[in-house]
């Protein structure tokens, strides 16, 4: 089964022909009809276009079954039948709702297309659809010393660079769909260090360590300007690098993250996480964090992902989380910088985020002159992972707004 909803859809008398029932023409249709709203209920009618490509069908073979009369609800679904490097092989299916009887199904072969009709690859977000796999790791990690610290990142694409720097304790797969799926750009999402497959040291934790691995990896890629993205630890670092490395920053992509230093209470949960972290471990520190940073939504409606986060969470070593949690607690106030942010910069939050809620991002947004801000339905803090496809597709179209400023 592929990943779009099943559509009902009715039968209109207009649609049916002179013996009062759907002929082969008007299934063709029907179905046609079927995939764009499940399209439009999924991942957006508007993701070919996105890709630039257009699925363009070579066969189309309908099977009939049963006849379907005006007034009738068919439940289409789709299935996936075969998934090439550029073609899909699909089957839709018309049930009749009241009885579930099978009336009709079409096999439909199509080829991904360019604007001049030449075949393309798949996009890992259009196979994805279909029910291809987008994997939660992207693969294609390499490993790159810069200096104190071996960094381990994934790198994929070519173009403008777009660095993803991940919360905490998380790793670089936070970002896996956006890795998978914005292209025309060079996705580099690394692990920080201490974290995900970057080797954790023992001390010489601080958010300035952290951003100036993040430069000696754009510098072993000879990149000299990104747009930089951050989620919520991430955003502390994104900042540290508007205050140091101001001419490498070419846009900014503030997502759920706060500009401001911790306060007296934030310090002590600090510390107070440090002592469970050494005493208890990290799988407690996680337990602890699950149902904070993750929605309302996501808990309710994606186990898989509770799981997927806790299995990250729990992966992180002792040394990695505790030098996170020193350098969180000794980050600098950046509120200040907000004013002098003159790069292009848009402000994502999961509307249900309670770490950094939309208000928080809001004053943010409205502290940096020309800042956007787009808050995300149905997700918590960590929006990249619990919304994938509309914060890509929020982060595609501001990329593209922004494409030539950073050329
Ligand atoms: C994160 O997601 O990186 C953390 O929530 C940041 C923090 O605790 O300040």
């Given at each position: 089964m592929s990943r779009l909803p099943s559509i009902d859809v009715t039968v209109y008398p207009y649609e049916c022909d002179a013996y009062g029932h759907l002929n082969e023409a008007a299934y063709l249709t029907l179905f046609e009809r079927a995939r764009w709203e499940a399209l439009a209920r999924g991942p957006g009618a508007d993701i070919f276009a996105r890709h630039k490509l257009w699925p363009a069908v070579r066969k189309a073979t309908i099977e009939f079954r049963a006849p379907a009369f005006p007034g009738d609800i068919l439940t289409v679904d789709l299935h996936l039948e075969k998934l090439g490097r550029t073609s899909v092989e699909l089957r839709q299916s018309a049930k009749r709702a009241a009885d579930g009887v099978l009336l009709a199904e079409v096999h439909l072969v199509f080829v991904m297309v360019d604007g001049k009709g030449n075949p393309v690859a798949m996009p890992e977000e259009v196979a994805a659809v279909f029910g291809g796999r987008v994997s939660t790791m992207p693969g294609e990690m390499v490993r790159y010393d810069v200096g104190r610290v071996t960094l381990a990142a994934d790198v994929r694409g070519d173009g403008p660079a777009l660095l993803l720097v991940h919360g905490f304790p998380?790793?670089?797969?936070?970002w896996a769909h956006q890795v998978a799926t914005l292209a025309g750009w060079r996705r580099i999402a690394p692990d920080l260090r201490g974290l995900g497959a970057t080797v954790a040291p023992d001390d010489d934790y601080s958010i300035a360590a952290y951003a100036d691995d993040v430069i000696g990896l754009l510098d072993r890629l000879r990149i000299s300007r990104a747009v930089v993205a951050g989620l919520s630890m991430g955003g502390y670092v994104a900042f540290e690098m508007v205050r140091r490395y101001r001419d490498r920053v070419a846009g900014l992509i503030l997502c759920d993250t706060r500009a401001d230093a911790d306060g007296v209470e934030g310090r002590a949960s600090r510390d107070a996480m440090i002592a469970v972290a050494q005493e208890q471990g990290v799988s407690v520190v996680a337990e602890r964090l699950l149902p904070r940073v993750l929605g309302r939504t996501t808990q309710l409606t994606q186990p898989h992902l509770v799981e997927q986060v806790r299995e990250m969470m729990t992966r992180a070593p002792v040394s990695g989380v505790v030098g996170a949690l020193r350098a969180m607690k000794e980050r600098p106030d950046s509120t200040p910088l907000l004013p002098s942010i003159d790069v292009p910069t848009l402000v994502v939050v999961g509307q249900e985020d309670e770490m950094t809620p939309p208000a928080i991002a809001k004053a943010m947004t409205d502290a940096i002159p020309s800042a956007a801000m787009t808050v995300i339905a149905g997700a918590g803090h960590l929006s990249p992972l619990e919304a994938p496809t509309a914060v890509s597709r929020v982060l595609a179209e501001f990329l593209e707004h922004v494409r030539d400023t950073v050329n």
């Open positions: 998380l790793d670089r797969s936070l």
